[in-house]
């Protein structure tokens, strides 16, 4: 009898009580006559309501068959974990950082603004004054105008006195900020743009319960006289004697944490570039580290005295003794003075005609 009650409400023997009856109303919906104008629908309906029944005083008597199935289906789930409390905003602020911080990482300080309940009123924002005071709403009338006609005063619930007023000490708030100071540690080689995360030091919970937020503060560089940063590299503008850029030699460069000596090779005494790899910024985060890139600037001398002229003049001489080797430049122009290409009446001896040859 019991199978063909389970066969009739199409469940499996040891379902639980709360399976029959969802079987029962499922069927019971579909069979019942007043749905149904089958007529065989009457004594179907009568059929699932005896196995219905029958089932149901089953478990009463004998629970063991819905302990055995809840066996069979194996443990029951895991209770569902409560539900975090509410956590505050996160809060974003820059931090302004020298490229020399940045580049060797350094420790600030951040005042944070923490609201809090006012001590003064405990958080009410209102204060309980010694005398009833005439209302400033309503001017002591109780009531205020709206439209065409008069409604209490809700400032004094329309009494035209209060003895409650706005708390000084905050405002009418009921609360009152109180400064803070965080140390933040900068890891070096942070960039424009990097964030540092402070946990829980963003914003409470409106609720007042929970965990705050985090603060993030973004870094961002200010300004520099000598340097800027291209990715991690830092690049470096450099004006050069153009007799050293001719010698070669090594060449005193400014970093962010002290001087370098760099060799410069000897060549033209024209702008060019030294690159040192792994002397920019450091690495960080899987980012290799940047380089120095040194753009030089040739510089000659404005002014000279009279040494100066002396040896320039000795140089001079040198220089005029194998022009093509030192200055070609200049050995093609005379090349082609003396040859009469850029002038159109001939030689250079055509320009001698003026003293009598």
Known sequence: MSKDAYTLLGLAPGVDQR????????????????????????????????????LLAGLADDPAPAAEAASARGPSPEPAPPP?????????????LTLEEAWGGCHKTVQRSQAAPCAACHGSGEEVLRHSRLCSACLGSGRLRRGAGLIPCEACDGRGYTK???????????????????????????????????????????????????????????????????????VLTRPVSA????????????????????????????????????????????????ALVVRLEPVLPRAADA???????GVEAELARHPERHVPELAQW?????????????????GAAGTGR
């Open 334 to 350: 005379e090349a082609r003075w003396l040859t009469g290409e850029d002038r159109p009446h001939g030689p250079r001896a055509q």
């Open 164 to 234: 409650r007023h706005a708390c000084a000490a905050c405002g009418g708030s009921g609360q009152t900020g109180r400064s803070r100071t965080i140390s933040v540690k900068v890891p070096p080689g942070v960039l424009p743009g990097d964030e540092l995360r402070l946990a829980g030091e963003g914003d409470k919970p409106v609720s007042g319960a929970g965990r705050a937020g985090d603060l993030r503060l973004c870094i961002a560089l200010m300004p520099h006289a000598l340097y800027r940063l291209a990715g991690r590299d830092v």
């Open 307 to 313: 040494r100066l002229r002396e040896l320039l003049d």
């Open 84 to 96: 975090e409390p509410p956590r505050g905003a996160d809060r974003r602020e820059d931090l302004a």
């Open 19 to 54: 399976e029959i009856k969802r079987a029962f109303r499922r069927l019971a919906m579909r069979w019942h006559p007043d749905r149904n104008a089958d007529p065989a629908a009457i004594e179907h309906f009568k059929a699932l309501r005896g196995a219905y029944e029958r």
């Open 243 to 290: 007799l050293r850029l001719l010698l070669g030699g090594e060449l005193e460069v400014p970093t962010p944490h002290g001087t370098r000596r760099v060799p410069l090779p000897p060549g033209s005494a024209t702008a060019r570039e030294l690159r040192v790899d792994g002397a920019g910024f450091p690495a960080r985060r899987g980012e290799a580290a940047g």
